[in-house]
């Protein structure tokens, strides 16, 4: 089955073109967070941590 990508433009003005900017940017921090997490983890005790253990460690952090 093929996917397909549905590509939409945006129209902001520059005070709007901010926000979507900085979703974008927490949510890469985040998931770079949550996948340096697992590395460690794994690294630390060759086993994979959880994705409840894993939003336990991130629920605090300063990027959701």
Not at 3 to 30: D, E, V, W
Request: hydrophobic share 35%; proline share 5%; net charge positive.
């Amino acid at each position: 089955m093929p996917y397909k990508a549905l590509i939409t433009r945006l129209y902001l003005n520059p005070n709007q073109h901010q926000f979507p900017l900085s979703l974008m940017r927490a949510s890469r921090s985040l998931y770079n967070q949550a996948l340096y997490n697992v590395r460690q983890h794994f690294i630390k005790t060759l086993v994979y941590l959880s994705y409840n253990e894993n939003y336990k460690l991130l629920k605090d952090s300063e990027h959701t």
